[in-house]
């Protein structure tokens, strides 16, 4: 029964209000099924009728089904290395309050970061007037092992094997669903932002280290149940600098923000326009190379039509853009010079948080089970 909600959930979602006879044929459901269907959704208060006027200028105005964006909200919390975001979205979400820290990575142990998380979360709660709450998405940076709710490992914080999910779920008295952080990313594109309706995108992400995360018809591409596309471990150069990861040469090893930043003559926080910054010096040509070798790799591989640029590419100079844009096709299959696009993420800093809402919106409301 509940797909049949997450259904005409997701096709409010997807498309605006719809009149009855559009959900019933677009969810190839039976009339008595739609109204069933519809009527414990307005009953839930999560969907509400209003006028429809036909588009087209053909047909008569009737009474069509919106969702109410407000009905319920989620949490989205991003767990990156040595900064924590958190954002309470709501049912398009859409951001109704956030908050941030920084903590060190050396000196804090998770249980003190998942404790933090919690304290931040009940001022935000507050904050945002106390909102219901159907769940919490955490966005944890390295792969997730689906079946045990756990962060598989996490090169850049040293995490291992950790049950984050149970631990976040004592701590915020919600039920957590995990994922992968760039993922997620990908998957709010995909949902809410430039990736809607493209079939395969892939997102870039380039802050304390270098990640990427892949989603494929709307479904986040994890193959073997646990794995993340590691285009940052893609080795460039055998007698390279040695990676986090333990090998040598990994692109990563190259582009990351300590090696930008030390590659500039920076120390300490990490300016939010460091692309520009990096732009005005010798070790933007080579930053732009290593970024093209390594994303034409992945384009050949994964066949993405989009790729997204967040964390410090989000804020790069177009100069960034007119190279990929222009070196990237020739080197890629014929076939996919025409289709493929790049662009910069419009969700800002915040996009991993938003990752967060969005897989807790998918999971614990647009599937329709809780109906
Ligand atoms: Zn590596």
Same mark, same amino acid.
């Given at each position: ?33 739609? #109204? ?18 036909? #588009? ?58 998942? %404790?933090? #998380?919690?304290? %931040?979360? %009940? ?54 669903? &995990?994922?992968?952080?760039? #993922? ?46 590691? &285009? ?10 040695? *990676?986090? *990861?333990?090998?040598?040469? *990994? ?41 093209t070798d390594s994303l034409a790799i992945a384009i050949n ?23 990929l844009?222009a070196n990237l096709p020739p080197r890629v299959m014929?076939?996919m010079r025409?289709?493929l ?31």
């Amino acid at each position: 029964m509940g797909s049949h909600h997450g259904e005409v959930l997701r096709i409010l979602r997807d498309d605006g209000p719809q009149s009855r006879a559009s959900l019933a044929r677009r969810g190839k459901l039976s009339a008595t099924t739609l #109204t069933h269907v519809t009527a414990q959704l307005l009953r839930d208060g999560v969907v509400a009728e209003s006028e429809f006027v036909d #588009t087209t200028g053909i047909g008569r105005p009737g009474q069509a089904i919106k969702l109410i964006p407000d009905a319920h909200h989620v949490v989205g919390i991003h767990l990156g290395a040595g900064l924590v975001q958190l954002v309470i979205a709501d049912l398009a979400a859409s951001i109704k309050a956030s908050a941030s820290f920084e903590f060190s990575v050396r000196d804090t142990a998770p249980d003190d970061v998942i %404790a933090r #998380t919690a304290e %931040a979360l %009940a001022t935000l709660r507050s904050e945002a007037g106390d909102p219901h709450l159907l769940g919490a998405g955490v966005a944890v940076p390295g792969p997730v092992n689906v079946e045990q709710r756990s962060l598989l490992a996490s090169i850049n914080t040293g995490w291992r094997n950790l049950p984050l999910a149970k631990l976040f779920e004592t701590q915020i008295n919600l039920p957590v669903i &995990l994922e992968h952080n760039v #993922t997620s990313m990908a998957l709010a594109e995909v949902r809410y932002g430039i990736g809607r309706r493209v079939p395969a995108v892939l997102y870039v992400y380039l802050r304390t280290g270098l990640g990427a995360g892949l989603v494929v018809d709307g479904i986040p591409f994890r193959p073997g149940g646990h794995g993340a596309v590691e &285009l940052g471990h893609i080795q460039i150069s055998r007698d390279g600098p040695l *990676c986090s *990861c333990g090998n040598h040469g *990994c692109l990563e090893s190259y582009v990351n923000e300590g090696v930008l930043m030390r590659s500039i003559g920076l120390k300490g926080q990490a300016p939010s326009n460091l692309f520009e910054q990096l732009e005005a010096t010798d070790a933007f040509g080579p930053t732009l190379d290593r970024l093209t070798d390594s994303l034409a790799i992945a384009i050949n591989i994964l066949t993405p039509d989009l790729i997204v640029l967040g964390g410090h590419l989000s804020q790069a100079p177009e100069s960034l853009f007119s190279h990929l844009r222009a070196n990237l096709p020739p080197r890629v299959m014929p076939h996919m010079r025409d289709v493929l696009r790049i662009d910069r993420t419009g969700f800002g800093p915040l996009a991993g948080a938003i990752g967060g809402a969005v897989v807790a919106l998918d999971h614990f409301f647009y599937s329709g089970v809780r109906h």
